[in-house]
């Protein structure tokens, strides 16, 4: 079995090495396509204007951290008629825009932070080698749209722990289909109140 296949999956992009540091494994990858689209007006460029180095981070591999060093082109627009001069080419299956992890890891550390809550969850996370902090937890499981809830029957309520100890929220649940589908910024019964007056005025449209 080639050594590529046990490292985290990255679609679009070129592995061009792989090394290890104490810290993490580092892997050195490059888009695989030879040009990209303007995002305006789509016309295909393959003429480069710069290129910039981002480094996400990625699923990790044998229980060690892994960190991508992407190299990122620019593209000038052949489009004489586009707004646009240069835009950097996407990795829309890899990695969103200005953000620090790649969207595997992203979604990982969303699904154990609706499991456990950001303070478990961020505990969890450094046992498996992608440490974050209970804050980026809980920002990741909130960035989710949550499923509708205007078919909700049963709903369960419970405490939600943005900070352990000190500030609660509170977590609605759909008990029949076991999902959550909404979370609340505190634990008052005004806030529970006024999201099951909302609830109950878009379920009666
Ligand atoms: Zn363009």
């Given amino acids: 079995m080639p050594l590529i296949t046990l490292l985290p999956d990255l679609p679009g992009c070129l592995v061009e090495q792989v090394s290890r540091t104490e810290e993490a494994i580092m892997?050195?990858?490059?888009?695989?396509?030879?040009?990209?689209?303007?995002?305006?007006?789509?016309?295909?460029?393959?003429?480069?204007?710069?290129?910039?180095?981002?480094?996400?981070?990625?699923?990790?591999?044998?229980?060690?951290?892994?960190?991508?060093?992407?190299?990122?082109?620019?593209?000038?627009?052949?489009?004489?008629?586009?707004?646009?001069?240069?835009?950097?080419?996407?990795?829309?299956?890899?990695?969103?825009?200005?953000?620090?992890?790649?969207?595997?890891?992203?979604?990982?550390?969303?699904?154990?932070?609706?499991?456990?809550?950001?303070?478990?969850g961020a505990r969890l996370s450094q046992r498996l080698a992608m440490k974050c902090s209970p804050a980026t937890v809980l920002r990741l499981v909130r960035q989710e749209p949550l499923p509708s809830s205007e078919n909700v029957r049963v709903v369960g309520v419970d405490e939600w722990a943005w900070r352990k100890g000190q500030r609660y929220g509170t977590i609605l649940v759909d008990l029949e289909q076991h999902i959550p589908i909404d979370l609340l910024e505190d634990a008052t019964a005004e806030s529970f109140a006024a999201r099951a007056r909302e609830a109950s005025l878009r379920g009666s449209h």
Wanted: charged share 20%; net charge positive; hydrophobic share 35%.
């Fill in 27 to 120: 892997i050195t990858a490059c888009a695989s396509a030879p040009s990209a689209s303007c995002p305006d007006c789509q016309h295909v460029s393959s003429r480069v204007h710069s290129t910039y180095i981002r480094s996400p981070k990625a699923l990790p591999s044998s229980g060690r951290p892994v960190r991508l060093c992407l190299q990122v082109r620019r593209f000038r627009c052949s489009n004489p008629a586009c707004q646009r001069k240069t835009f950097a080419e996407a990795f829309p299956h890899l990695l969103a825009p200005r953000v620090q992890r790649t969207s595997s890891a992203r979604e990982l550390l969303r699904v154990i932070g609706e499991a456990m809550g950001g303070e478990a």
